[in-house]
């Protein structure tokens, strides 16, 4: 807490200010002590007026022994609380201090009725029915993924998974790994995760929206699909539909093609891997907007500790996965990392490519029950599609400040990333600039490694290989023509 010239910062998810105790109304400040166990925990503040002035108690013992006595008769279970006396300048305050709870949800109780709330920003909420869900399970320490549904699994079939696991891994599926995935329980049912990984996925709430709208706005639609599969398929799906509607320029170097996409591939692939969405939410799904700017996605569920994303560093976001048992299969098929660093990723991804610019970083917002993520288009200005000359000027400017890639593979392979100078002999093609012939050209094998590379740096040969299609051996020979 911190204090400056007699006020308290601003009410916040963590924070709640009363300027006195309320005994006759004692829902108005009980339902925002469930909220804080029922998520991440928070402070009461009393003696404190809602813009913040310390204004003081005028019996904080009193009020603190009737505080915990409402609390032990209307609470159920009841949550660990701390009554913290604080004096400032001759006045005393009271600290209520509520921990995140483990046995959720936390009820206020009343005239027969249980009512659970969260925290929503600066406001204690009453759960819906899947906050509600998410909340019992929280406090069986089960996640929805990982229930078990009364569906066989011998009526099932596992056939994408497993020739993924073989593309994206290069080892032998054995149908062992089902049950240690935790897609199928110990006597053959399957689990609600297993049931979005079979071929035939019939999950309602399993399902993408992809439209490209004309212009900037939801106006027109140019296209527009729905796809129900099972979440490989759906994630193929999503990325084809992306990659159909988005374009890549390029500008000629002396001895190979620099790629300038308007997205990058990676960092999409990122913000699409269906496994943080609410699947709880029967009639949710997923949304992927294409405009001529912009791909915004949007996904069922918000942050699951109830604080808002935009309001966070998201280079200090904790790992905290709603659906671990999605996120553990995807991580084996090596589609994305352990650690959950995707918010990071992204952004990482998209600054690394030539033609970034600042303020052109992935957004991300969330709302009461939904997580927008926005990729913005790199090869856009406020006028339009932005010129060739204009973009290989900056993408010359940006390489002789920043050297393309610093971590990436192109700079170990000893690629020449000069620019060639825009403004000398030279004539503009579509999106491609061209100048004198090289001495010696790339291949077309050595051409899609480069390729890979700028669009994700952190590559590795296997990866190569297997999106090429070339043998391991072959990416490296062709990586040392590279060089």
Not at 6 to 22: G, P, Q, R, S
Request: one cysteine or more; charged letters at 25%.
């Amino acid at each position: 807490m911190q204090i400056h010239n007699n006020t308290l910062i601003v009410e916040c998810t963590a924070y709640d200010f009363k300027e006195m105790l309320e005994r006759k109304k004692v829902k108005s400040w009980l339902k925002s002590v469930s909220a804080f166990a029922n998520t991440d925990g928070g402070s009461l503040f009393y003696g404190v007026s809602d813009e913040g002035e310390i204004v003081g108690l005028e019996n904080a013992q009193a009020d603190a022994d009737f505080i915990s006595e409402m609390i032990k008769a209307r609470l159920d279970p009841v949550p660990e609380v701390q009554l913290i006396p604080i004096k400032h300048e001759g006045r005393t305050l009271l600290e209520v201090k509520v921990k995140s709870g483990v046995l959720t949800p936390y009820y206020y109780y009343q005239d027969g009725t249980h009512t659970a709330f969260i925290r929503i920003g600066n406001e204690s909420v009453e759960c819906n029915a899947q906050q509600l869900l998410s909340l019992v399970l929280k406090g069986t320490h089960m996640t929805w993924d990982s229930l078990p549904t009364q569906v066989d699994a011998n009526k099932h079939s596992f056939v994408i998974l497993a020739n993924t696991f073989r593309e994206q891994t290069h080892q032998e599926w054995n149908d062992k790994y089902l049950e240690s995935f935790g897609l199928v329980t110990s006597d053959s049912k399957l689990t609600n995760a297993g049931l979005l990984f079979v071929d035939n996925c019939t999950v309602f709430q399993s399902r993408i929206f992809c439209t490209r709208w004309t212009g900037l706005y939801k106006d027109n639609a140019i296209s527009s699909i729905e796809h129900r599969a099972n979440l490989i398929l759906l994630l193929k799906y999503g990325m084809d539909f992306i990659k159909n509607y988005s374009m890549s320029g390029w500008v000629k170097m002396p001895n190979y093609r620099l790629n300038l996409p308007d997205y990058s591939d990676r960092a999409i692939f990122e913000g699409l891997v269906l496994i943080h969405r609410d699947y709880t939410v029967m009639g949710g799904e997923v949304h992927i907007d294409i405009y001529d700017d912009r791909v915004e996605l949007v996904s069922p569920g918000a942050m699951l500790d109830g604080t808002q994303i935009q309001d966070r560093d998201i280079y200090k976001v904790p790992s905290m996965r709603r659906n671990p048992v999605i996120a553990d299969t995807f991580t084996q098929l090596d589609y994305m990392e352990k650690r959950g660093s995707g918010l990071r990723k992204m952004r990482e991804l998209t600054e690394k490519l030539p033609n970034f610019l600042p303020g052109k970083e992935p957004q991300y917002q969330t709302e009461a029950t939904s997580f927008y993520t926005t990729f913005y288009n790199l090869n856009w200005g406020e006028n339009g599609r932005i010129p060739v000359e204009e973009v290989a000027n900056r993408v010359n400017s940006t390489l002789e400040k920043y050297p393309v890639n610093k971590e990436s593979s192109v700079e170990k392979f000893g690629v020449n990333t000069k620019m060639f100078d825009a403004n000398g002999e030279s004539s503009v093609e579509k999106f491609g600039v061209k100048e004198e012939k090289a001495s010696k050209r790339v291949s077309r094998t050595g051409q899609k490694i480069i390729d890979l590379v700028i669009s994700d740096p952190s590559i590795t040969a296997e990866a190569m290989s297997a999106r090429i299609g070339v043998s391991k051996r072959a990416v490296e020979k062709n990586i040392k023509k590279v060089v």
